[in-house]
């Protein structure tokens, strides 16, 4: 057997390059296990082996079979033998576990009284250590008398693990020797040393046994929880230590082995152009005000990134700022760049300035040398001792703790290999896939790991003025500054730009989160700069308390979340799924509503049925007819004869039955004659009317998700969806209807509605509480803005509300006389209110339905009970336009796409313009819109046809009749409602009133784009008046239009705000309206009173109208300003 040299020397000498920077590549850790143990084998081989020969490597000698390799050459044989005799029986070096178990022997001994003999006994006796796979021998080993404890150890043994790293030296110092063809021997991986392995695991429980060690090390026990991590921040903060930098720096390491599950070969090589911040869109509140950062790490190399590839480790702030990340690597850096004085703030002229800066600094002089790993697990290990955390590990303890606590938090499996690289035999997510782990960065930061928007920081939702964030690291903005303006004096590249942005993010992170740790450790040297102690930051502390305070959770959840925090945890957990869960069972209640309706509307059909049934038996003829009302109600006695009396009328034998008449067609359908043979007379029973069922008390709650005066007031007066009116259930059925749990809370909310009741009674003396009632609502949400509704039942009891209650004089001039609610909108309110499900609104002059979610909630938050329901139209068609005119429109219509049913007639004008309701072919509702002799039908839809496709937010025209052809008529798109009518019984909120504005601004900009006005003209044939129109109801009109001066485009502005106003007044009120100073329209100081309005509220009229306007018109303005 001999080597199989290398003869090219260019080759062995590559070889030889790449073999001694071996060393380089592989890491830290693993050279620092395997040399020492290589070493050992090397003195050996040296001892008990001859040496290789000097022409070994030539292959010129050769060497006999079966005979051990010379030197420390590896083969399986020698291996084997040094397992045997030096490894596997001798005693740990290190001694750790001597000293463990000698103590507790010691200890041991004392208790009994036997260390006298114990003492005696050592001194006559030497230590043996035996070795259990080899029981004919015996290793004795002497041990140092200044190291001899009092009482004999018993004999140890090295640990499996220390067996096996042992193993692996030894044949990556065969894979070397291979590769250099200077060993011909098989890789020692063959039975003998499989066996080896196995005898050692075989023996090592009952050698742990024997050792006593401890049972639950290298268990989930032998870790740390989530509530020893502020501890942990607590002796890292230490107000009296003297080495507070090296403090902030171990709280740093800790926290990124915590958050982002890295090795200690990952965090103390880390530099500076590492990090960057990175906004995560879909986190947290999802708002472009307050969006959401993360910190993140990229990483190229490590233990187990055998690809290359980038590696990314990410965190987000956390819920408690002691163990917030984020926050203590902004205190580490202000401390090293501001306090400490010591280490100047980065220069980056250029990459080479401050590329090789460490995170984890070495000291203050050299911030570019990496941190030795003993010095960092000596302060990891001081800190776990202060702490109270006991593990068997060090540096490897966060990567540890942190995965098994997400595992607890409910974070899934894929998550926690992603948050810690352990996915690298998996191509696609070792070379492809690098998106972060949003589940475990949520765990980590104590947030419901399975739900992105349960992530809210209040501290992060006031940020910190830009003069308080300038005197945090001042030399950041001149950089910026320069770097912003892309001068060539400075290299400029992207993780330049993404460390400037990191740097501003933690500004704000410092001083938002320097607020709660100023006042922990108000004494310590961070808080002594000048900034913390400038008016500005305790200011800006005052705003963030009082955020904070503002979104505190009720005092229980708190009581419980410092008692038990993982029952608070579980808690928020099943918060969070009691919210989907709601939701889901609210869309499918709404979808089985509407089922549930649409098949009321089917069985309406059906009953209106009626049934004619024939009977000639011989020569008389028995009818019998039925007829099933409305809702399934029997007719009334005598409405229609028993079968009985009809069976007694004489009858010709040539007589037919009578066929049904033409005028009901659904009976000819539907009747039946039967002419049965036989000549028997069929004795029938009368049939009866069957008296109805007494109706049951139906159970209703009363909501307890009210929480507004008015929302209050429409469910007493008229219901909500699923739920008839209060007033009608106490008329009907008395308390019967509600449960006996909820009679304080009704009595509370019954006290509210009396007193809006007895508010509205004493309005001039009147009765009707319809007609003062949304004025007193209005002045009560104004005495109490933001009161829950318990508040204001005390308020009324107590008669603090009754002392703060206006005079009549101070309440018209603040609300206004109101107007009177007719019988007709009383209805349409009560119907608007009880229907479930979506309503169309549309403004008046043409806008567009804007939709309306039918949830309590929206975007904007301020959604509630403004719901309506497909069906709308219908009941509405059966209630509102029962008493209105019948159509004279032609019945069919026939258009370009489709055929018309004229169902009812809604609008009639008098110069014959008409507005009717129809379905077309697919019983869809439409509008009809006809006018005779005059142009501006047409007109209306040349324009509609011109701009429907360009303004998403006018009615659509649908068609346009072509028969018959007089009057002409169009088809436009039906919708239920309108914005005015609809807050005339309901106030519009804020974010609904600027939603309505936003369409009708955007349909205007393109009207007016070419010229078009919005507002209609009476009479006259011109885009644009010459000589003055009437427009409009006078007091929506614009005061040119008013004196009858030119308009253009900005009398559309003019209307615009008229409308918005009475939105945001709601109720029918109308700014201008003369009626608010009790004028009738028929009185000739109407429109005069229009005009002195817009005096009182937009001052006098400018002088400048003299310039253009002809006397009299000025004389009136005169008067009108004086």
């Known amino acids: 057997?001999?080597?199989?040299?290398?003869?090219?020397?260019?080759?062995?000498?590559?070889?030889?390059?790449?073999?001694?920077?071996?060393?380089?590549?592989?890491?830290?850790?693993?050279?620092?296990?395997?040399?020492?143990?290589?070493?050992?084998?090397?003195?050996?081989?040296?001892?008990?082996?001859?040496?290789?020969?000097?022409?070994?490597?030539?292959?010129?000698?050769?060497?006999?079979?079966?005979?051990?390799?010379?030197?420390?050459?590896?083969?399986?044989?020698?291996?084997?033998?040094?397992?045997?005799?030096?490894?596997?029986?001798?005693?740990?070096?290190?001694?750790?576990?001597?000293?463990?178990?000698?103590?507790?022997?010691l200890d041991a001994a004392v208790a009994v009284g036997q260390v006298v003999a114990a003492k005696r006994r050592r001194r006559e006796e030497s230590e043996t250590i035996e070795v259990a796979t080899a029981p004919a021998a015996a290793v004795e080993t002497k041990v140092e008398e200044e190291d001899e404890p009092l009482i004999a150890a018993p004999a140890l043994e090295l640990a499996y693990n220390s067996v096996r790293i042992y193993i692996a030296a030894m044949q990556r110092l065969y894979d070397e020797q291979k590769s250099r063809h200077i060993n011909p021997a098989p890789r020692p991986q063959g039975i003998a040393l499989k066996a080896l392995k196995k005898s050692i695991l075989a023996v090592v429980w009952a050698r742990k046994r024997k050792e006593y060690s401890d049972r639950l090390e290298g268990t989930i026990k032998d870790t740390y929880t989530k509530a020893q991590i502020p501890r942990h921040h607590e002796v890292a903060w230490r107000e009296d230590s003297g080495e507070i930098s090296c403090l902030l720096r171990t709280q740093v390491d800790f926290l990124f082995g915590n958050h982002m599950l890295l090795r200690q070969s990952n965090r103390r090589p880390m530099e500076l152009p590492d990090c960057f911040r990175l906004e995560l869109p879909n986190e947290g509140q999802k708002s472009k005000e307050f969006p959401t950062y993360a910190l993140v790490v990229v990483m190229n190399q490590g233990k187990t990134n055998q690809h290359g590839r980038m590696e990314y480790g990410a965190a987000l702030r956390h819920r408690d700022a002691r163990c917030c990340l984020v926050s203590a690597l902004a205190f580490y850096l202000?401390?090293?760049?501001?306090?400490?004085?010591?280490?100047p703030f980065p220069t980056f002229q250029c990459s080479e300035d401050w590329y090789d800066i460490k995170v984890l600094r070495r000291s203050a002089k050299e911030v570019t040398k990496e941190l030795s790993a003993q010095t960092a697990n000596s302060w990891t290990s001081r800190l776990?001792?202060?702490?109270?955390?006991r593990t068997s590990k060090i540096s490897h303890a966060p990567r540890v703790a942190?995965?098994?606590?997400?595992?607890?938090?409910g974070g899934s499996e894929g998550q926690i290999r992603r948050a810690g690289r352990w996915n690298n035999g998996d191509q696609l997510t070792g070379c492809y896939l690098n998106s972060l782990p949003f589940e475990f960065m949520r765990s980590t930061a104590d947030f419901d790991p399975d739900w992105s928007g349960s992530y809210f920081l209040p501290r992060d939702t006031v940020k910190p003025p830009f003069e308080l964030c300038a005197r945090i690291w001042p030399s950041l903005d001149r950089w910026k500054d320069i770097y912003n303006t892309g001068s060539s004096s400075m290299e400029t590249n992207k993780a330049t730009g993404a460390f400037f942005e990191l740097l501003d993010w933690l500004r704000e992170v410092l001083l938002q989160d320097a607020v709660f740790l100023q006042k922990l450790y108000p004494r310590h040297p961070l808080f002594q700069d000048p900034v913390f102690q400038s008016?500005?930051?305790?200011?800006?502390?005052?705003?963030?308390?009082?955020?904070?305070?503002?979104?505190?959770?009720?005092?229980?959840?708190?009581?419980?979340?410092?008692?038990?925090?993982?029952?608070?945890?579980?808690?928020?957990?099943?918060?969070?799924?009691?919210?989907?869960?709601?939701?889901?069972?609210?869309?499918?209640?709404?979808?089985?509503?509407?089922?549930?309706?649409?098949?009321?509307?089917?069985?309406?059909?059906l009953a209106k049925a009626s049934y004619t049934i024939t009977i000639s038996p011989g020569r008389s003829t028995v009818t019998q007819r039925v007829e099933m009302p409305k809702r399934g109600r029997p007719r009334a006695p005598g409405r229609a004869p028993t079968a009985t009396a009809m069976a007694t009328a004489p009858r010709d034998d040539s007589t037919a039955p009578v066929p049904p008449s033409s005028s009901n067609a659904a009976e000819a359908e539907r009747g039946a004659v039967l002419q049965p043979d036989t000549a028997t007379r069929l004795p029938l029973p009368p049939v009866e009317p069957v008296a109805p069922s007494a109706p049951s008390v139906p159970r209703f709650e009363v909501p307890l998700d009210i929480r507004r005066i008015p929302d209050l007031w429409h469910l007493w007066r008229y219901g909500r969806a699923g739920m008839p009116s209060v007033e009608s259930l106490e008329a009907r059925y008395g308390a019967a209807w509600r449960p006996k749990s909820q009679k304080s809370v009704f009595c509370?909310?019954?006290?509210?509605?009396?007193?809006?009741?007895?508010?509205?009674?004493?309005?001039?003396?009147?009765q009707s509480a319809a007609e003062h009632a949304p004025r007193v609502i209005a002045q009560m949400e104004e005495l109490c803005p933001k009161w829950s509704l318990d508040k204001v039942t005390k308020a009324i009891k107590n008669g603090d509300l009754e002392r703060r209650w206006p005079s009549e004089a101070d309440f018209i001039a603040r609300c206004g006389n109101p107007m009177v609610l007719n019988e007709r909108e009383e209805e349409r309110t009560r119907l608007w209110c009880q229907a479930p499900g979506f309503l169309q609104w549309d403004l008046t002059g043409g806008g567009r339905a804007i939709p309306r979610a039918a949830k309590n909630t929206s975007p904007d938050g301020d959604i509630k009970g403004l719901a309506g329901l497909e069906s709308l139209a219908s009941i509405a068609e059966e209630y509102i336009y029962t008493n209105g005119p019948i159509a004279e429109h032609p019945a069919s219509l026939t258009g370009r796409l489709s055929s018309y049913t004229i169902i009812k007639e809604l609008h009639k004008a008098a110069d014959e313009a008409a507005v009717y309701l129809a379905r077309n072919q697919c019983h869809e509702k439409c509008i009809v819109k006809s006018i005779r002799g005059h142009w501006r039908l047409q007109n209306e839809a040349d324009i509609l046809k011109r701009y429907q496709s360009k303004i998403p937010f006018l009615r659509p025209l649908i068609d346009e009749i072509q028969e018959p052809t007089d009057p002409p008529s169009i088809v436009l798109g039906y919708l239920d409602s309108d914005v005015l009518t609809e807050s005339d019984k309901k106030r519009l909120s804020r974010p609904e009133i600027k939603q309505v504005a936003k369409c009708v601004l955007e349909a205007l900009r393109?009207?007016?784009?070419?010229?078009?006005?919005?507002?209609?003209?009476?009479s006259q044939e011109s885009k644009f008046a010459k000589e003055g129109h009437i427009i409009g109801?006078?007091?929506?009109?614009?005061?040119?239009?008013?004196?009858?001066?030119?308009?253009?485009?900005?009398?559309?502005?003019?209307?615009?705000?008229n409308a918005i106003l009475s939105l945001l007044f709601g109720g029918g009120y109308h700014l201008f309206n003369p009626q608010i100073d009790r004028v009738p329209p028929e009185d000739e100081d109407y429109e005069l009173t229009v005009l002195k309005r817009m005096y009182r509220f937009f001052v006098p009229y400018p002088q400048a109208y003299e310039s253009f306007n002809d006397p009299d018109t000025i004389a009136t303005i005169n008067f009108i300003n004086h």
């Open 384 to 389: 776990y001792a202060a702490c109270g955390i």
């Open 402 to 409: 942190a995965a098994q606590n997400a595992d607890m938090d």
């Open 334 to 343: 202000f401390w090293r760049w501001q306090v400490e004085q010591v280490e």
């Open 535 to 605: 008016p500005q930051f305790a200011s800006f502390a005052l705003q963030v308390e009082n955020a904070c305070h503002a979104a505190e959770e009720d005092s229980y959840v708190a009581t419980i979340d410092r008692a038990i925090p993982a029952v608070a945890e579980k808690l928020r957990a099943l918060s969070s799924q009691q919210t989907a869960a709601n939701l889901w069972t609210e869309r499918a209640f709404v979808e089985l509503r509407q089922q549930v309706q649409r098949l009321e509307k089917k069985m309406e059909e």
């Open 1033 to 1057: 109801a006078a007091f929506t009109r614009s005061p040119e239009a008013m004196f009858q001066l030119p308009w253009g485009t900005a009398t559309d502005i003019w209307s615009f705000g």
């Open 748 to 766: 509370g909310r019954k006290a509210i509605v009396d007193f809006i009741l007895r508010k509205s009674r004493e309005r001039d003396g009147l």
């Open 1 to 105: 057997m001999a080597a199989t040299a290398i003869e090219d020397a260019r080759i062995r000498e590559a070889m030889e390059y790449y073999l001694l920077n071996l060393a380089g590549t592989v890491p830290q850790n693993t050279v620092r296990a395997y040399k020492p143990k290589q070493r050992e084998w090397k003195e050996w081989c040296a001892k008990n082996w001859e040496p290789i020969p000097e022409d070994w490597a030539t292959g010129q000698s050769t060497w006999p079979l079966g005979r051990p390799l010379p030197g420390d050459l590896v083969d399986e044989g020698k291996l084997l033998l040094f397992m045997k005799t030096e490894v596997i029986s001798r005693a740990p070096w290190r001694r750790p576990r001597l000293q463990k178990q000698r103590k507790r022997r």
């Open 1006 to 1018: 393109v009207l007016h784009k070419d010229g078009m006005v919005h507002t209609g003209v009476v």
